[in-house]
């Protein structure tokens, strides 16, 4: 299995609503991130997890949680969201975060409405 | 702090013929790697090429390869044989060894006229 998945494909959701996004991957990776991609715009980075502790946190605002319960998934739980929080968001791996051969491999993404 | 510069917004080239996208890096280190990845409009990001900075010559992968200068930090891509599915936007990146975070330009889009 070489690939990323991520669940829903889309997600249409109130201000008040919580919701959570899902990534999955089952390459032995050890690192894993969300990305946020506006349209035209080149992703942002807003978390890192490696080994499943959170190494990097963009100034994230809190409305956004991130959670790492195994290896192998990465949620995003979205609580409380605002319109310009309507995105795309890229889940990506990396077999390590600072070693190996460097790529990321990326997930298909999660395109978000906030209304 | 690591900056990555595409300078070309947009970019058309015919079907078959050759194209080069150009990107320009901005950094103090050494170690690090370079990618072209590309993303259609179906929006998964997909992996074109790496490039090592240790490594003198310079990346291929079928019609994709790369132009590496290392002194200059330019980074340039170019697509041979282009064909209707390579009509994508094209991000240039930039790697530390040392921080392991992608630092992404603004991106060029690619059209692909048949």
């Known amino acids: 299995d070489t690939e990323v998945t991520q669940t829903p494909k889309h997600l249409v959701m109130g201000m008040t609503n919580k919701k959570s996004l899902k990534c999955e991957q089952h390459?032995?990776?050890?690192?894993m991130y969300w990305y946020k991609q506006k349209a035209k715009k080149p992703p942002e980075l807003m978390f890192v997890?490696?080994?499943?502790?959170?190494?990097i946190n963009e100034s994230v605002p809190s409305r956004f949680s991130p959670e790492c319960p195994n290896s192998s998934l990465l949620n995003l739980h979205l609580h409380a969201l605002q319109p310009e929080d309507s995105a795309l968001y890229l889940c990506?791996?990396?077999?390590?975060?600072?070693?190996?051969?460097?790529?990321?491999?990326f997930g298909p993404g999660t395109r978000l409405t906030v209304l | 702090a690591q900056t990555v510069t595409q300078s070309q917004p947009e970019m058309s080239v015919q079907e078959a013929e050759t194209v080069t996208l150009s990107c320009t890096y901005d950094?103090?280190?050494?170690?690090?790697?370079l990618f072209w990845y590309k993303q259609p409009p179906s929006r998964q990001m997909i992996l074109v090429i790496r490039q090592e900075a240790y490594k003198q010559q310079n990346a291929t992968e079928n019609r994709f390869s790369v132009n590496f200068q290392k002194a200059a930090k330019s980074f340039s891509l170019k697509i041979s044989d282009s064909q209707l599915g390579d009509a994508a936007m094209y991000f240039c990146?930039?790697?530390?060894?040392?921080?392991?975070?992608?630092?992404f330009g603004k991106g060029t889009k690619l059209s692909v006229k048949p």
């Open positions: 990506a791996s990396s077999p390590r975060r600072t070693s190996g051969r460097g790529e990321q491999f």
């Open positions: 997890y490696s080994y499943e502790k959170l190494s």
């Open positions: 390459m032995g990776h050890r690192a």
């Open positions: 990146a930039y790697l530390s060894r040392g921080q392991g975070n992608l630092i």
């Open positions: 950094t103090s280190e050494s170690d690090y790697y």
